[in-house]
């Protein structure tokens, strides 16, 4: 029989078995394996949504509209991140229907409701920034309204939850946006620096992706009006009129910030977006407006201090210096570094997906040989080394498959004892998520396996017939080599 040897396949499986048979001729060789599960990455590609980037991770294949917070006189500024998240990991919407804040959702903080029924997930680090952004604003408030003593702080945590649910407002906009072109949307989730999106697919279009980017910025600015509106309708020197004050200035700062054209801001996407259009390539347009998010990353990094230390940014040059330089100098270098590592994601995440295509189940399976239950395993395995296989697959009387022998079992096998061992006994029984379609390629591949996590598959022909074993080591290794390998 011939040789099903394709790429991916792990060397070390193929030299075991061919070890073990040249040692023991009665005996065929041990398909060893590593034990590692799929770590499917979430592409968390992320789009800012306020006026300071966001802090982007790349977890699985899903994109992320960011909002966070940047430092103003009333130290409340706040941008978006796009994450390109990455890892690898399966993506877990959660779909329990409890109530809002009765669990704390996958790593996102307390589940506080189901806007458009997304998931919205309060992480813990926010109640850290709005005690922060009470104590700042309390004392800000302290200047102009010196009479409401310690209700200010009352007033300026109200300031802070006011802040986010604009925030939140801003990140609505992009899920909404994202729902009507019918792209799935994880959670939403508000933390330290602002709040994020999480949608699972990329846009099909630029069009869709410059939309669905502009929308945020968009919800800010309108909010901005509000505001401006709102305030010209009461006296400023009283509470309201300092709240819609700070409110409309922290969501055009937002606004800003966010539609500075460099990755992973809402800016960039709108730039990539843009390059996509006029030149047809996805690519393209990501390393554009990548590199110029690492220019604005350094521009953060150098003209924040100097422009808080020269007043341009409306502080008294009286106060300038000691504590609050170094308080601006930690927070340029907080921002600068999460524009630059998102900027940096975002790289490899189109990287990801321009090579995405190449996983395909077929060249991944490993050959497989079908054997009956009562088989022994020295039997099993000199027929795989006879045909050039490695893996078996259990049958029954009529040839139709229902198990895996895992590879690991096998290696437990001491040789001596192999020809008393029958192959059932080392087999894991097949379920429908375990059988996988030769012709799955890409992404479809991946979510077929997250969806059933296992280590080894029965791959199937389209008529049922049986093609292999795919391995999800095999898979992994491919998924790392697609994103180490060079641009194109």
């Known amino acids: 029989m011939k040789s099903l040897a394709r790429e991916g396949e792990s060397e ?63 130290r409340t500024e706040h941008t978006g991140n796009t994450s390109t998240e990455r890892r ?22 307390l589940l506080m409701g189901r806007p458009f029924g997304v998931p919205v997930y309060v ?26 003593g310690p209700v200010r702080y009352l007033v300026s945590l109200f300031f802070a939850v006011a802040f986010y649910a604009s925030v939140l407002v801003h990140e609505l906009a992009h899920t909404v946006a ?29 069009g869709r992706e410059f939309v669905l980017a502009f929308v945020g910025p968009l919800l800010s600015l309108l909010l901005t009006g509000a505001f401006y509106l709102g305030m010209k309708a009461v006296d400023p020197a009283t509470v309201p009129g300092v709240l819609l004050a700070g409110l409309m200035i922290s969501n055009l700062l937002v606004a800003a910030f966010n539609l500075l054209p460099g990755l992973p801001l809402d800016g960039g996407r709108m730039l990539r977006a843009v390059i996509w259009g006029i030149t047809g390539k996805p690519m393209a347009g990501t390393v554009a407006a990548a590199w ?24 008294r040059t009286e106060e300038i210096g000691g504590m609050n330089t170094v308080m601006d100098a930690l927070l340029a270098a907080i921002l600068a570094g999460i ?18 295509p190449e996983l395909r189940a077929r060249t991944l399976t490993r050959r497989a040989i079908p054997v009956e239950n009562a088989t022994p395993l020295s039997e099993a395995l ?24 895992r590879e690991t079992a096998i290696a437990s096998v001491p040789e001596h004892r192999r020809p008393w061992v029958a192959v059932s006994t080392l ?45 999800t080591l095999d898979v992994e290794k491919a998924f790392v080599k697609a994103m180490a390998r060079p641009q194109s």
């Not at 045909?387 to 139709?400: K, T, Y």
């Open 12 to 74: 070390e499986g193929a030299t075991a078995l061919r070890a073990s048979a040249s040692a023991a001729p009665g005996t065929a060789p041990g398909l060893v394996v590593m034990h590692k599960t799929l770590r499917p990455t979430t592409d968390r590609t992320r789009i800012p949504s306020t006026t300071t980037p966001l802090a982007l991770h790349d977890r699985s294949i899903t994109t992320r509209y960011r909002t966070t917070r940047t430092r103003t006189e009333h």
């Open 88 to 109: 690898t990991t399966v993506a877990d919407t959660d779909e329990t229907g409890e109530r809002a804040g009765s669990r704390s959702g996958p790593g996102g903080g």
């Open 123 to 148: 992480s813990p680090s926010w109640f850290l920034v709005a005690a922060l952004i009470t104590w700042v604003f309390g004392d800000q408030l302290d200047r102009v309204l010196p009479d409401l």
């Open 178 to 206: 994202a729902l009507r072109f019918k792209l799935p949307v994880r959670r939403i989730q508000l933390q330290f620096f602002g709040g994020v999106s999480e949608i699972e697919k990329e846009s099909e279009t630029p």
């Open 292 to 315: 110029v998010g690492r220019a604005l990353a350094l521009a953060v990094l150098l003209g924040l201090p100097l422009l808080t230390h020269t007043g341009v940014l409306g502080n």
């Open 339 to 356: 524009i630059w590592t998102g900027a940096g994601n975002s790289l490899r995440m189109a990287r990801l997906r321009e090579h995405l």
């Open 382 to 405: 000199r027929r795989a080394n006879e045909a050039g296989a490695r893996a078996l697959v259990v049958v029954d009387g009529q040839g139709d498959p229902t198990a895996i022998v």
């Open 427 to 471: 087999a894991q029984d097949l379920t429908d998520g375990m059988k996988v379609s030769a012709d799955l390629t890409g992404e479809e591949l991946l979510d077929h396996l997250r969806a059933t996590p296992a280590t080894e598959y029965l791959v199937l022909e389209a008529g049922g017939t049986i093609y292999g074993v795919l391995s």
